[in-house]
C-alpha cells in the first residue's frame, strides 16, 4: 500500500497504517508467527515487521493486493508444495487479500525456521571453539 512512511519504530505502528480489514490479516500474521516462535523479538528490518531470533526469523508486508511473507528461500524451498498455489520468488510468498491466510502453514514454517536458525547459531558457536 501507498500509505507507508519511511522509519516504523515498532509493529504496532507498522500495521496501523492500514485499513481496518487488513489491520486484520496482520494482526492474524503476527499472532500465528508469536505462537511459533515465542522466544524471538518483535522489530522493524528492511522497513517491514521482522521476527528475530538468533537472526531474521521471517518478515511480513502489506501491499494493495496481498500480504508479502518472507521466511527465506530455506523456508520457501522446504514448503515449495504447499506454497504452489501461491504467487512468489526464491525467498518469498504472496497471500491475497481476499483468501484466508493459510495460518496452518505459516505456522509450520515458523516452527521450521526456528529449528533451522538455532541450528545456524549453534554450528557458528561450535566453530569458533
Known amino acids: 500500500m501507498d500509505n507507508r512512511k519511511i522509519g ?6 507498522y500495521i496501523a497504517t492500514f485499513p481496518e480489514d487488513v489491520q486484520k490479516i496482520l494482526q492474524e500474521l503476527r499472532a500465528t508467527i508469536k505462537a511459533a ?12 515487521p521482522t521476527f528475530y531470533l538468533k ?9 494493495k493486493n496481498h500480504v508479502g511473507f518472507y ?17 512468489g520468488a526464491k525467498g518469498s510468498v504472496q497471500f491475497p487479500n481476499n483468501e484466508s491466510l493459510p495460518l496452518d502453514l505459516v505456522q509450520k514454517i515458523v516452527e521450521f525456521r526456528v529449528i533451522e536458525n538455532l541450528k545456524i547459531a549453534e554450528n557458528k558457536k561450535r566453530g569458533k571453539k
Open 55 to 63: 537472526g531474521n526469523l521471517v518478515h511480513f508486508a502489506a501491499y
Open 8 to 13: 516504523f519504530s515498532s509493529i504496532d505502528e
Open 37 to 48: 516462535a515465542p522466544d524471538a523479538e518483535e522489530k522493524i528490518s528492511y522497513q517491514m
Open 71 to 87: 521466511p527465506t528461500p530455506s523456508g520457501i524451498e522446504k514448503f515449495q508444495q504447499e506454497l504452489s498455489k501461491y504467487e
